[in-house]
């Protein structure tokens, strides 16, 4: 009975340069195991890759969410000012009722039974909120939370005495007026006849307003995101009754803000 041969894999090694060269001769059960142990380490490398690969993806969006986090913290921090100021508010009006004795607040209802008047034009928020898009976007969002009536719409140029360059929206006192676009403040201020106001910038030479606030809560050249605080509603300026006049204009003319904002109809 003769004995197995046993075989071996023979690897010949030569350097450049050198007079000699170094034979090796390994077994083929050895020369399996390399081959299956380098198998493995391939494998477990692209195995680590995959694994990686959607570590890496989160890892990249660790900055934007913390962005974003800075701005919420920001934003939470406008709307307790606003609370807090609101609060304010009541309790100087509960005051002045004490000391006044009556109810300063007429009965409009019952005063207006006897009036013929039209019926109003309701422009009012969706039952909820937008999710509003990131970024510099168009004036397209309705900058209010609450209903509002709209009083009074655009008139043009054609007639001056009666030219009105925006939306005059009825609404509560100290309601929150949002930004209707993303952009960056271009103006904030007050004159005698918007009051205390904010003028935000959007793309393709889109522009909004705000006027007759109460409480501005931006500055000038401050980004501001849709849906932003911008302030409080007020009858600052040349007003009569707490309302909003919110105006957009394109290439510095004014234009109808509905035909950009959707959801107040």
Do not use: C
Request: glycine content about 12%.
């Amino acid at each position: 009975m003769t004995t197995p041969r046993r075989q071996y894999v023979r690897v010949i090694v030569h350097h450049d340069g050198a007079p000699g060269s170094h034979d090796y001769a390994l077994p083929v059960w050895a020369y399996r195991a390399i081959l299956v142990a380098v198998g493995v380490m391939v494998l477990g490398l692209l195995g680590g890759l995959v694994m990686i690969g959607p570590l890496a993806r989160s890892a990249m969006r660790v900055p934007s969410l913390e962005q974003e986090i800075r701005r919420l913290e920001v934003e939470n921090g406008k709307i307790g000012q606003l609370a807090a100021a609101l609060d304010s508010v009541g309790r100087s009006y509960d005051r002045v009722r004490q000391m006044v004795g009556a109810d300063i607040v007429p009965d409009v209802a019952a005063a207006a039974t006897d009036l013929l008047v039209a019926a109003p034009v309701l422009a009012r928020a969706p039952g909820l909120r937008p999710r509003f898009a990131p970024g510099v976007t168009l004036p397209r969002y309705w900058p209010l939370d609450e209903y509002g009536f709209i009083t009074r719409g655009l008139v043009g140029d054609s007639t001056p005495d009666e030219s009105h360059p925006g939306l005059d929206i009825a609404i509560t006192a100290g309601s929150i007026v949002r930004a209707a676009g993303g952009g960056t403040v271009t103006d904030a201020g007050e004159n005698a006849e918007y009051g205390r106001y904010v003028v935000v910038g959007h793309p393709s030479g889109y522009e909004s307003k705000y006027g007759h606030l109460s409480r501005v809560v931006v500055s000038r050249s401050e980004t501001v995101s849709a849906g932003s605080v911008l302030g409080l509603s007020g009858s600052t300026g040349r007003s009569t009754a707490p309302h909003l006049h919110f105006e957009v204009r394109h290439g510095g003319r004014s234009i109808d803000p509905l035909i950009l904002v959707k959801e107040a109809r």
